[in-house]
């Protein structure tokens, strides 16, 4: 099955608006997105929830996206942890090398600075290698940030998918799992992380433009919300369509 028809792409952008409590499942949302600027972990954690649930619907049902309903608030609360909880764990190593690379960048110029105070530089020529040296492992350390950023992306592909259908946090560690999926279905799930990456982008370029104009900068967070709401509920049941169509290659 080819996900990506333009029957398909236009099915996940307009499904959103074919239920008949639309509305109100989207003021929910939009809602908790909102939420997200006074309280930035619970109303993700059920945002995330419903987005899994999305997955799910689309994997083990008839593979045509629906919104779910809003309800078992436990239990979305539960499966947005799980999904929080993996993500978290995937990017530390990301977060270690980014503050390492702050580190390396900025901490010889601290010493340089606190030795020139104290009159007690010792040859400046030392000095300014091991500052260009570090700045220039700083910026190798930020390259490797953004390329494993890219990666790690990628592999969310998968993995928040394999979580949202297992139901079990442990499923994104168990590498040999998911890893047979993304080989078997590998064009397809590359070409949804590209076509989604370029929408972030996209509204990324849009958020920029909105703080640039004083009037629109006021309505910044419900457009934002908006938008990132919109991105989600085209995302999830993109991602779930891939992976179901993974499971049948593999069958």
């Given at each position: 099955?080819?996900?990506?028809?333009?029957?398909?792409?236009?099915?996940?952008?307009?499904?959103?608006?074919?239920?008949?409590?639309?509305?109100?499942?989207?003021?929910?949302?939009?809602?908790?997105?909102?939420?997200?600027?006074?309280?930035?972990?619970?109303?993700?954690?059920?945002?995330?929830?419903?987005?899994?649930?999305?997955?799910?619907?689309?994997?083990?049902?008839?593979?045509?996206?629906?919104?779910?309903?809003?309800?078992?608030?436990?239990?979305?609360?539960?499966?947005?942890?799980?999904?929080?909880?993996?993500?978290?764990?995937?990017?530390?190593?990301?977060?270690?090398?980014?503050?390492?690379?702050?580190?390396?960048?900025?901490?010889?110029?601290?010493?340089?600075?606190?030795?020139?105070?104290?009159?007690?530089?010792?040859?400046?020529?030392?000095?300014?290698?091991?500052?260009?040296?570090?700045?220039?492992?700083?910026?190798?350390?930020?390259?490797?940030?953004v390329f494993l950023s890219l990666l790690l992306g990628f592999t969310q592909s998968v993995v928040m998918c394999h979580v949202a259908v297992t139901g079990q946090f442990s499923a994104a560690f168990r590498f040999g799992e998911w890893w047979r999926i993304l080989r078997?279905?590998?064009?397809?799930?590359?070409?949804?992380?590209?076509?989604?990456?370029?929408?972030?982008?996209?509204?990324?370029?849009?958020?920029?433009?909105?703080?640039?104009?004083?009037?629109?900068?006021?309505?910044?967070?419900?457009?934002?919300?908006?938008?990132?709401?919109?991105?989600?509920?085209?995302?999830?049941?993109?991602?779930?369509?891939?992976?179901?169509?993974?499971?049948?290659?593999?069958?």
């Amino acid at each position: 099955m080819d996900t990506f028809t333009s029957t398909n792409l236009k099915k996940y952008f307009s499904y959103p608006f074919e239920d008949k409590n639309w509305q109100g499942k989207l003021a929910i949302a939009g809602g908790l997105m909102l939420a997200c600027f006074i309280i930035p972990v619970l109303p993700l954690l059920a945002l995330y929830g419903y987005m899994m649930r999305i997955i799910k619907q689309v994997v083990e049902g008839d593979g045509q996206p629906t919104l779910p309903e809003w309800d078992d608030w436990g239990d979305l609360m539960m499966s947005g942890l799980k999904l929080m909880g993996e993500m978290f764990i995937f990017a530390l190593p990301l977060l270690v090398l980014w503050i390492a690379g702050y580190g390396a960048m900025f901490f010889p110029a601290m010493l340089s600075g606190l030795a020139a105070e104290s009159g007690d530089m010792g040859s400046e020529s030392l000095w300014l290698v091991v500052t260009l040296l570090s700045a220039g492992g700083g910026y190798i350390m930020f390259g490797l940030v953004v390329f494993l950023s890219l990666l790690l992306g990628f592999t969310q592909s998968v993995v928040m998918c394999h979580v949202a259908v297992t139901g079990q946090f442990s499923a994104a560690f168990r590498f040999g799992e998911w890893w047979r999926i993304l080989r078997s279905n590998f064009g397809e799930f590359l070409l949804a992380y590209v076509f989604i990456l370029g929408l972030s982008v996209g509204v990324s370029v849009v958020y920029q433009i909105l703080m640039m104009t004083i009037v629109l900068c006021c309505i910044l967070p419900i457009v934002l919300s908006a938008a990132s709401i919109y991105l989600m509920l085209f995302t999830m049941p993109l991602l779930g369509q891939v992976y179901r169509a993974a499971l049948e290659k593999m069958e």
